[in-house]
């Protein structure tokens, strides 16, 4: 098995599905981030805001990709 976040294989969906992983992890730590504003350690409640937003934007940055790889992908 051939695992392929740019390219698309075309013979799988485990590749989308991981890509969906990705996603739905990385938009839900960044709105929990983003609502509890947690203070640990050496970051302040501003830091994790914009630790929380970046993790925002990281998730839904791949949204297109994912929409994108579902639509061209070829179910056999």
Known sequence: ??????????????????LAIIIVVCIAAGVLLIVF???FWIFEQSATIII???FLLFGVMFVPSLIYRLVTNKRK
């Open 52 to 54: 929380g937003i970046l």
């Open 37 to 39: 504003r947690p203070c």
């Open 1 to 18: 098995m051939k695992f392929n976040l740019i390219e698309n294989d075309e013979s799988t969906a485990v590749d989308e599905l991981i």
